[in-house]
T-cell receptor, first 115, second 110 residues
Framework: DGGITQSPKYLFRKEGQNVTLSCEQN?????MYWYRQDPGQGLRLIYYSQIVNDFQKGDIAEGYSVSREKKESFPLTVTSAQKNPTAFYLC??????????????FGPGTRLTVL | QKEVEQNSGPLSVPEGAIASLNCTYS??????FFWYRQYSGKSPELIMSIYSNGDKEDGRFTAQLNKASQYVSLLIRDSQPSDSATYLC??????????FGKGTKLSVKP
């Protein structure tokens, strides 16, 4: 079964903690993306990676970090520097990361709450 | 700043009617356009992509693109209560990323 998995589904973080959100895909897609969604808002791009061992900042990268050591995996760390991390985090992938004709497919998401 | 604008709704239509969802975008050079459906508490699901001016039909869904007017729309024929969701318009960016609108909430009344 091909798809994108994210874990955990729900995550609770205490103030000052770093937490890591997992994203794995078995679609053999080159590109992967992290978005954040706040209530009543569209999706905002945090980081994206067009190829293994390379990634770029999106519109709201401050307070987040990523790695792309394997094609299948693109974990996101929410650091203590992120002042308002409570949100719905969505990972997506697309067949290629260049050009305009990139359909992106989403994982089920991780809902992060700061206690 | 590249922008994608949608009416937030809610858009309410009776069952069996045509629902019309609209989206405008600011970047005249955009080449790819997508519609996602998002049920409450769930992740977005791709339902249509369109790249050329005109209409593209898939089942009950029709996407319409007018690049000159920087306008893309989604028509849902024979609307069903199960179509009740938020519909997100997304436009392809130059880096391969997508720029999303805030979504239009659709409610189909039985």
């Amino acid at each position: 079964d091909g798809g994108i998995t994210q874990s955990p589904k729900y995550l609770f973080r205490k103030e000052g903690q770093n937490v890591t959100l997992s994203c794995e895909q078995n679609l053999n897609h080159d590109a992967m993306y992290w978005y954040r969604q706040d209530p009543g808002q569209g999706l905002r791009l945090i980081y994206y990676s067009q190829i293994v061992n390379d990634f770029q900042k999106g519109d709201i990268a401050e307070g987040y970090s990523v790695s792309r050591e394997k094609k299948e995996s693109f974990p996101l760390t929410v650091t203590s520097a992120q002042k308002n991390p409570t949100a719905f985090y969505l990972c997506a992938s697309s067949r290629t990361g260049t050009g305009s004709y990139n359909e992106q497919f989403f994982g089920p998401g991780t809902r992060l709450t700061v206690l | 700043q590249k922008e994608v604008e949608q009416n937030s709704g809610p858009l309410s239509v009776p069952e069996g009617a045509i629902a019309s969802l609209n989206c405008t975008y600011s970047d005249r050079g955009s080449q790819s356009f997508f519609w996602y459906r998002q049920y409450s508490g769930k992740s977005p699901e791709l339902i249509m992509s369109i790249y050329s001016n005109g209409d593209k039909e898939d089942g009950r869904f029709t996407a319409q693109l007018n690049k000159a007017s920087q306008y893309v729309s989604l028509l849902i024929r024979d609307s069903q209560p199960s179509d009740s969701a938020t519909y997100l318009c997304a436009v392809g960016g130059s880096q391969g990323n997508l720029i999303f609108g805030k979504g239009t909430k659709l409610s189909v009344k039985p």
